[in-house]
């Protein structure tokens, strides 16, 4: 399992229209795509305007090659993208050994 983390920040003031916006994109645009387990979205309490997306996808390749490259990707960024205030910062983690 892989966690994608991206930080986002967006414009002032447009909290509710960004959530409502990745909630709708998940559902279309990411829940269906190849790999997709599951996802959060966590906002900054002292920065009212940062985001964290956390997205669980099987493997790395689900997101980069698969996700990525389709066109879901452009229907999942042509909704949240005109809120980003900067372009966001997305890493890949894999879980440590136990």
Known sequence: MIL????IRIQPGQQAAFEQAVRAGIATAIAPAKGFNRYELRHGIESPERY?????????EDHTEGFRNSPAFAQWRGLVGPFF??????????????
Request: aromatic letters at 8%; proline letters at 7%.
């Open 85 to 98: 205030a900067q372009p966001p910062l997305v890493e890949h983690f894999a879980a440590c050994a136990r």
């Open 4 to 7: 994608e983390v991206v930080d």
């Open 52 to 60: 964290l997306l956390l997205i669980h996808w099987e493997t790395l």
